[in-house]
């Protein structure tokens, strides 16, 4: 059977292996418009920084050796720019030697990912204007950051916008963030938000709110960003407002796809369409919580779809069961995490919902190096169910958050969160862990 994979990282590659593994008849086809496989994304950051020595560090398994070790047909720089579903044909041009292509599929994956937003602003193409997505794109910020770069302007809060903020700061620069709201980092309150801005000011990093851009200046190279409300000087810029699908290609086929253009999939990844899978970060995924479909790009979720949509490609079924929002980011001194709803996501559902805040210490209080730990929780005021977890601190959010995502899994209470049995010793916790301080805190 012939099995033909569009995109050559997280989903596509976890696909392609459950299948050459599982079949040793297959015919697989990976299609990778550029010529790096299998690395992982959320890296880039720290390349930057210069915390991991090189972006390569980041390569899990290099093309040749899926060619070489495990038979794959794994090409570099297809770009593919239709799919024919009628006679199971994927088509497009080899960026490298400008040739048409056409490969039959018996089953397809579409695993194409995301790209970041650029509007059409004016003075976009200038040089020192960049975005995070690829490692090319890493070496493009690190080989401009060597034209004298002091005062750098990052537009957008949220994740990447902030790890970038980071980054850039630890590398002695002015660093300036521009966000259209009135916080960074939207998926957490604004009463949580509170303490990243306090962390952004502590360490130099203005923060600029309500502010839309509007255009750049420069002559060759950038060198002001103009708002609708201020112009600042700016030697290198970094764009990180958000991400669309790279699903162009499917536009005429009757695959369905939502507004955005994001894959609309079953549980077992299939399509609307015979023969058709999605998976990854064009793919939508089923929230537990939300009891709908989503899209929050991960790589953790593209590894799992991708390795789900590659079993059942083979006809070995399993089904994803879906995510509850899970994150967490390191930024400056402090850990950041969260999963389930925020308060902006529950009442745009219209759920019964209340909050408990609370600030605890993340170990034993008396135990030296005891630091503050920030929770906040939300949960449904007429079945006691839990909806969300905020929790920002310096050490032992990452313990927190991930209790909390076993518990929205599991559709647990607050009662529930009060009886676990979670794992105490002065260095490590509280006789009462902080989510179960926070839970009995509640109004029952």
């Not at 059409?120 to 997505?133: F, M, P, Q, S």
């Not at 660093?175 to 604004?190: C, G, P």
């Not at 201020?230 to 290609?249: C, H, R, W």
């Not at 536009?251 to 058709?276: A, C, L, R, W």
């Amino acid at each position: 059977m012939k099995y033909v994979i569009i995109g050559g990282d997280a989903a596509g590659m976890s696909a392609a292996m459950q299948i050459v593994r599982n079949d040793p008849d297959a015919e697989v086809t990976t299609l990778e418009k550029g010529d790096i496989y299998s690395y992982g994304q959320c890296g880039l950051p720290y390349v930057i920084s210069g915390l991991i020595p090189e972006a390569e560090d980041l390569i899990a398994r290099d093309v040749e050796t899926f060619r070489e070790k495990y038979g794959i047909n794994a090409t570099v720089y297809h770009e593919v720019r239709s799919v024919d579903t009628e006679t199971k044909t994927v088509s497009g041009k080899n960026l490298e030697t400008d040739e048409d292509f056409t490969y039959e599929y018996d089953r397809l994956l579409v695993a194409t990912g995301v790209r970041p937003i650029v509007p059409d602003w004016d003075g976009r193409d200038l040089n020192g204007i960049h975005t995070l997505k690829t490692i090319p794109d890493a070496k493009a910020i690190m080989e401009s950051l060597d034209h004298q770069v002091e005062k750098v302007t990052v537009i957008g809060g949220g994740y990447i916008g902030l790890e970038m903020a980071e980054s850039f700061a630890e590398l002695g620069k002015k660093v300036r963030l521009i966000e259209r709201n009135e916080q960074v980092a939207k998926i957490f309150d604004e009463d949580m938000a509170s303490y990243i801005h306090e962390e952004a000011e502590k360490h130099g990093i203005e923060l600029c709110f309500s502010e839309q851009v509007e255009s750049f200046e420069g002559t060759d190279r950038v060198e002001t960003v103009v708002t609708d409300q201020n112009k600042y000087e700016s030697d290198l810029v970094l764009i990180a407002i958000g991400v669309q699908p790279n699903t162009d290609f499917l536009k005429n086929t009757p695959v369905h796809m939502n507004e955005k253009g994001v894959v609309i999939v079953d549980p077992y990844m299939k399509t609307n369409v015979k023969d058709v899978y999605a998976a990854g970060d064009c793919a939508t995924h089923y929230h537990r919580v939300k009891e709908t479909n989503d899209h929050i790009p991960l790589g953790t979720t593209a590894n799992k779809q991708g390795r789900i949509a590659g079993l059942n490609m083979i006809d070995q079924p399993k089904a994803f069961q879906g995510i509850v929002g899970t994150s967490v980011i390191k930024f400056m001194d402090l850990t950041l995490g969260r999963t389930g709803l925020s308060e902006r996501e529950a009442r745009a559902m219209n759920l019964p919902y209340d909050t408990i805040r609370t600030k605890a210490k993340d170990i034993a209080g008396y135990y030296p190096g005891a630091e503050k730990l920030y929770v906040k929780l939300l949960f449904n005021t007429k079945n006691q169910r839990l909806l969300g977890g905020q929790f920002i601190g310096k050490n032992g959010v990452d313990k927190r958050v991930d209790v909390m995502a076993m518990a929205l899994f599991h559709k647990m209470s607050l009662h529930d969160l009060e009886d676990l049995d979670l794992s105490y010793a002065p260095p490590y916790n509280g006789v009462w862990d902080p989510i179960q301080q926070a839970a009995r805190r509640a109004k029952k």
